[in-house]
């Protein structure tokens, strides 16, 4: 819900520039605006979520993870209203790729501009294996969920890391602990292989990230930026409310970096603080709260087996 809330407050504002948004800053849950979509609407931010959360219902297996995807794309499955609005085009190539029978290790674009944060955005629900994984391996899956649309080794680590600060906000750590720790987790990992020679883009995610000012934060769709964007946000607010408007108020990618963001402050503060009227609003609430109830006993199940 975390995810939901902050991409369906994003969604009517999407593409306006910081200016405009501190000119008429996002205070509440609207409507309608550049999807024309009615308040509550998430868009296909939250659908990815949803499906990846549905697939690991079943347990952890990359094809039925890009039947899912491949199911949204064809069918709206996890759509608020039975349309698909908002999708990337990394995400496009890759699922058309799939729908021609392309494999899901294959599937995901690996090229320098691959890097939109389209898998990044989505990712969450692999936080909840953490408990029941020893940590290579759960980073390792994390990658390949990456690479079914995004398999450059940059957009791998944008997740990883989030995967492994999240990670941290579960076992009940501070937002500036979570970074430091989950940073920490991963970076053995990332010393190695195709990711040695991305680690300077991310060099920003240090002690020193909630410090930067605000106009040295960009909200572009470049995962980089996303996850950047969405930390300083979490790091620089006391709320789930607070965190996930600071996101939208950078203006550009304001649903993804919203949802990103709300992702992390969910965790932290509980569903509870997110505000009532916000959580009403959402579309299909009950059968997203149905499925995170699904996704949990499924894994506490597979857990004490």
Known sequence: MGVCVGDALGVPVEFSSRAERQDDPVTDIRGYGTYNQPPGTWSDDSSLTLCLADALCDGFDLARIADKFCLWFTEALWTPYNEVFDVGGATSRAISKLLRGGSPTESGGTGDRSNGNGSLMRILPMVYFAD????????????????????????????????????????????????????????????????????????????????????????????????????????????????????????????????????????????????????????????????????????SKAHSQ
């Not at 450059?152 to 995967?163: K, L």
């Not at 937002?175 to 991310?202: C, I, K, M, T, W």
């Open 132 to 299: 029941h994984l020893p940590f290579p391996e759960l980073l390792q899956r994390v990658h390949q969920v990456s690479a079914i649309t995004h398999a450059h080794p940059r957009s791998q680590m944008a997740c990883g890391m989030y995967i492994s600060i999240a990670r941290q906000l579960l076992r009940g750590q501070s937002p500036n602990v979570a970074l430091e720790e989950g940073l920490a987790a991963v970076d053995p990992f990332y010393q190695q292989g195709p990711f040695q020679p991305e680690r300077s883009h991310f060099q920003r995610l240090n002690g020193q990230l909630a410090q930067l000012p605000i106009q040295e934060i960009s909200s572009s769709g470049y995962v980089v930026h996303s996850l950047e964007a969405a930390l300083w946000c979490f790091l620089n607010t006391d709320s789930y409310a607070e965190a996930v408007l600071q996101a939208i108020n950078l203006g550009s990618d304001t649903d993804t970096v919203a949802a990103i963001t709300g992702g992390l402050a969910g965790l932290h503060y509980g569903y509870e603080v997110i505000p009532e009227d916000w959580r009403e609003a959402i579309a299909r609430k009950e059968d997203i709260i149905a499925l995170a109830q699904r996704l949990d006993q499924q894994l």
